[in-house]
Structures are given as structure tokens and as C-alpha cells.
Nanobody
């Protein structure tokens, strides 16, 4: 059973940066897709960035140029570097991994952007 644990969230001032991590553990095949979603208060969960097995990345328009997704295959870990944070980036950030067509979610890490 694959388990995901996110970390790195917290309170940050506007313009600041954070690096989120998501570590996968358990017995599983190599993920096909690893991604980060966020859910702002009162909003639906949305995809912000993803990386597929080839290494190709995809970003939501609202985060292009500010967010960078990366991975360490040997550590089964995916990262999200988030820069130039603003209040609209506030929310719970979730990691999702797709393995053989099955979705696995982490419990999320809270990012709060406030002065």
C-alpha cells in the first residue's frame, strides 16, 4: 500500500518562498504521474503542477514562472518550490501520485500567505 506524506507548509509573508515535499512509502511500482494540487478556503481542489514518468512537467497558468515541480526518483519524493507567494496561494496543498491507474493522495500541508 502506497502512502504519501507532505511537509514544508507554513505561514509565509507575501513575496516569500516555500519548498513542499511529498515522500512516498510502501510497496509500489514507479509512479506514472506525480502532482500537486491545492484547495483554497471555500474553493474546489485544483491542479497546480504535475510531472510524468518521462520528466515532462505541466503547470496551471496561475503559477507558471513561480512554481517548480521536481522529483528525486531514488527517494520516491516529489517537491514543489513555490516563489513570489501571494494571498491567492493560500490553501492546503495535496500531493497525488498515480500508479497503474490508481490515485493516491496525501493528507495535505497548509500554506498560509499573510503579512
Amino acid at each position: 500500500q502506497l502512502q504519501l506524506v507532505e511537509s514544508g507548509g507554513g505561514l509565509v509573508q507575501p513575496g516569500g518562498s516555500l519548498r513542499l515535499s511529498c515522500a512516498a512509502s510502501g510497496s509500489f511500482f514507479r509512479p506514472n504521474i506525480m502532482g500537486w494540487y491545492r484547495q483554497a478556503p471555500g474553493e474546489q481542489r485544483e491542479l497546480v503542477a504535475s510531472i510524468i514518468s518521462s520528466g515532462r512537467t505541466n503547470y496551471a497558468d496561475s503559477v507558471k514562472g513561480r512554481f517548480t515541480i521536481s522529483r528525486e526518483i531514488a527517494k520516491n519524493t516529489v517537491y514543489l518550490q513555490i516563489n513570489s507567494l501571494n494571498s491567492e496561494d493560500t490553501g492546503v496543498y495535496y500531493c497525488k501520485v498515480v500508479v497503474n491507474g490508481m490515485d493516491y493522495w496525501g493528507k495535505g500541508t497548509l500554506v498560509t500567505v499573510s503579512s
